[in-house]
């Protein structure tokens, strides 16, 4: 099984709709991130969470939100889909190394 | 604020040939530096970082980066490419003691020809 997995793999919604990316970790990790990948851009940093308690909006927060449900659970929600919000959604963990990422295997969403 | 250039967008090179993949960066202090790899349909992978002390690194599957400060590059090298090494291959940085997350390049795809 994987270490940090990602559910759906692959969603198509319409504008407008409301959706939520889950991920879950058995690593044991504090430290989750939430990327979006664009062709060309890279990854770009949409939250990160070092606890429960800790949230943090990355460099392209607008018009998402996060939830960290406990240690092992980081949901990634659009309340309101737009077709730019197109992209292939990443989740990752980070233990004690500051900058070794885990990441999981990723969710690709289109918004039509 | 902290940057990451990776020129290439593709780089293509032989079977058995060296390859390189070049990246630069700008960041406030001293950087941490990263090498990611991503196949197909996968997520990334960490290969290799630099923290400090040597600036040559090793990394996994036969990959090292050479660190130059003075032209701010963090180039990833392997003696003789595989087929199996065909990929997206990001470099991403952070300034060391900084609250601040990583920054990726835009990736550059290596394509190894047989």
């Known amino acids: 099984d994987a270490d940090v997995t990602q559910t759906p793999r692959n969603r198509i919604t319409k504008t407008g709709k409301r959706i939520m990316l889950e991920c879950s970790q058995t690593?044991?990790?504090?430290?989750m991130y939430w990327y979006r990948q664009d062709p060309g851009l890279g990854l770009r940093l949409i939250y990160y969470s070092f606890d429960v308690k800790d949230i943090n909006k990355g460099e392209i927060s607008d018009g998402y939100s996060v939830s960290r449900q406990a240690q092992a659970k980081f949901s990634l929600s659009l309340e309101s889909a737009i077709p730019n919000q197109t992209a292939l959604y990443f989740c990752?963990?980070?233990?004690?190394?500051?900058?070794?990422?885990?990441f999981g295997e990723g969710s690709r969403l289109t918004v039509l | 604020a902290q940057s990451v250039a990776q020129p290439e967008d593709q780089v293509n090179v032989a079977e058995g040939n060296p390859l390189t993949v070049k990246c630069t960066y700008s960041?406030?202090?001293?950087?941490?530096l990263f090498w990611y790899v991503q196949y197909p349909n996968r997520g990334l992978q960490f290969l290799l970082k630099y923290i400090t002390g040597d600036n040559l690194v090793k990394g996994s599957y036969g990959f090292e980066a050479e660190f130059n400060k003075s032209q701010t590059s963090f180039h990833l090298k392997k003696p003789s490419a595989l087929v199996s090494d065909s990929a997206l291959y990001f470099c991403a940085v952070r300034a060391s003691g900084s609250a601040r997350q990583l920054t990726f390049g835009s990736g550059t795809q290596l394509t190894v020809l047989p």
């Open positions: 960041v406030s202090g001293n950087p941490y």
């Open positions: 690593k044991g990790h504090d430290r």
């Open positions: 990752a963990t980070q233990g004690r190394h500051p900058g070794e990422l885990f």
